[in-house]
């Protein structure tokens, strides 16, 4: 049981809203969306694991080789960089946000989320954003292991043919054909089942199905508890 001590110490703190969910779920566009609407700073937890990804590649582009330490050690380059409304990950001081998105990084980079090293790294960084400021951190473990004792959890779900059919909206910029969702549904249940050590929503989490809402309904609920949490102190 938490103490009244610990209770207090954890109220006096910025607040972080952690939001969680399985792959293609919104985690990060609704982050987004939410930080803007509080007037926080976001996190993308995920631009991390992508970033060590990316800073590995550019040392050994054959993934086969890679160790745990290799990742870590390329790590190094990484840096987060505060923004106006967010924190950008950087490599070598840089800007790479193309080279993070890019299809080797998305390939390789589930790989990369399993290295605990390297988990404990992207932790321990999201957590230093977090110190200074109220955030809106979005990832597969926020509520559970990065942020056990913020006081906004929500776990985001959603139908994996309309996970699908987000994502490709988005990456195709049009309406994809039945083939083409049933394509990526395929992918999302495999990318599921690799990350699933990691998506586990914490016991004291607002779980929200987003597959019938529009975003903007789930930003307002998340907003809600956010506001909420405020206003009890």
């Known amino acids: 049981m938490t103490s009244p001590v610990s209770d207090s110490a954890e109220r006096r703190r910025p607040l972080v809203v952690?939001?969680?969910?399985p792959a293609a779920?919104?985690?990060?566009?609704?982050?987004?969306?939410?930080?803007?609407?509080?007037?926080?700073?976001?996190?993308?937890?995920?631009a991390l694991y992508r970033a060590?990804?990316?800073?590995?590649?550019?040392r050994e582009p054959e993934s086969a080789r890679w160790t745990e330490a290799g990742v870590l050690a390329a790590a190094a380059a990484v840096s987060l960089e505060p923004g106006e409304t967010t924190f950008h990950a950087h490599l070598d001081g840089t800007a790479a946000e193309e080279e993070l998105r890019g299809g080797?990084?998305?390939?390789?980079?589930?790989?990369?989320?399993?290295?605990?090293?390297?988990?404990g790294w992207v932790?321990?960084?999201?957590?230093q954003a977090a110190e200074g400021s109220p955030v809106v951190v979005d990832g597969r473990d926020m509520g559970t292991a990065v942020f056990p004792k913020a006081r906004?959890?929500?776990?985001?779900?959603?139908?994996?043919?309309?996970?699908?059919?987000?994502r490709l909206?988005?990456?195709?910029?049009?309406?994809?054909?039945?083939?083409?969702?049933?394509?990526?549904?395929?992918?999302?249940?495999?990318?599921?089942a690799k990350d699933e050590a990691q998506t586990v929503q914490a016991a004291d989490a607002v779980?929200?199905?987003?597959t019938y809402l529009t975003q903007e309904e789930q930003v307002d609920r998340i907003v809600s508890l956010a506001k909420r949490a405020q206003r009890q102190g």
């Open 152 to 166: 906004v959890k929500v776990f985001l779900v959603a139908d994996p043919f309309e996970r699908a059919r987000r």
């Open 25 to 46: 779920s919104g985690k990060s566009s609704t982050a987004k969306w939410v930080a803007r609407e509080l007037g926080f700073r976001h996190v993308d937890s995920g």
């Open 123 to 127: 932790n321990e960084m999201v957590r």
């Open 207 to 210: 779980l929200i199905d987003t």
């Open 18 to 21: 952690a939001i969680d969910g």
């Open 169 to 192: 909206i988005q990456r195709l910029e049009r309406h994809p054909s039945d083939d083409e969702v049933a394509e990526e549904v395929d992918a999302l249940v495999q990318r599921d």
């Open 52 to 58: 060590a990804t990316a800073a590995m590649l550019r």
């Open 104 to 119: 080797e990084v998305t390939s390789r980079v589930s790989l990369v989320a399993k290295m605990p090293a390297i988990r």
